[in-house]
């Protein structure tokens, strides 16, 4: 016996603002306007003869029907995304997809590739640069290098150094002026550059980090310019 199911953009629909308990947040993920997504849940109602959302004024609610309902379609839209993407990828399996931060990228990963191309030319590259945490389930990146102890459950990990060098850097033009820069209590003369420790990267040393670990927690810097990137707090050194 075949049963006929309700349209698929009339699921969508209802998956979407069911997640997100917005009509309207619903239609800018799916760039329509609210009043279609109200359309198409109020079709996916009469199909099902049965009420989904309390509507009120400023807001919607799942009714007990559409909370029955909203987590087996959020697992079928889910596995549909998976399928194109696996499907995408086998139709062309020859894209190496690497997520790797900036200063990786620029100082190690880009100088390395011309090697890399002339081992494997038939292989293409894709370089995502940033900082965050891959998700390998929905990102479309093959490999990830981040900076960190290597605890990532889930994933095969290697190593690319066993060896930790934390120190600080200057250009020589700063290093060679008249105020004295012999060890850390000396910092309290300059302006430092800092990459401060943020949600996205928690393994991120800072200075503060640093010299507490050399038992120099006291210092107070003269002046201090935040980065967000290694790749700009690096270059800001080097033009001293």
Request: hydrophobic share 40%; aromatic share 8%; with cysteine.
């Amino acid at each position: 016996m075949s049963i006929s199911l309700p349209s698929l953009n009339a699921l969508r629909a209802f998956e979407c603002a069911g997640r997100n308990l917005s009509f309207s947040r619903a239609a800018e993920e799916l760039n329509v306007t609210p009043a279609a997504i109200g359309h198409q849940i109020r079709v996916l109602e009469e199909r099902l003869e049965v009420q989904l959302f309390i509507r009120l004024n400023r807001e919607v609610r799942l009714t007990q029907a559409g909370e029955a309902l909203l987590p087996g379609l959020q697992d079928v839209f889910s596995r549909l995304t998976h399928v194109v993407t696996d499907f995408r990828y086998r139709s062309d399996d020859r894209i190496l997809a690497v997520s790797v931060p900036v200063s990786f990228a620029l100082k190690w990963l880009i100088p390395r590739l011309d090697r890399f191309k002339t081992l494997h030319p038939d292989i293409h590259i894709r370089i995502d640069s940033n900082d965050k945490l891959v998700n390998f389930d929905h990102d479309n990146i093959d490999v990830g290098i981040r900076y960190g102890c290597g605890s990532y459950p889930g994933l095969d990990v290697s190593a690319l150094s066993d060896i930790i060098r934390l120190f600080p850097v200057c250009s020589p033009s700063l290093a060679n002026k008249t105020r004295p820069l012999n060890g850390p209590e000396d910092l309290s003369q300059f302006t430092i550059l800092n990459q401060p420790i943020t949600s996205a990267n928690s393994m991120w040393p800072d200075w503060q980090l640093w010299l507490k670990t050399l038992g120099y927690s006291d210092v107070k810097f003269k002046d201090e310019i935040q980065f967000n990137a290694s790749s700009t707090a690096i270059q800001a050194a080097i033009q001293g």
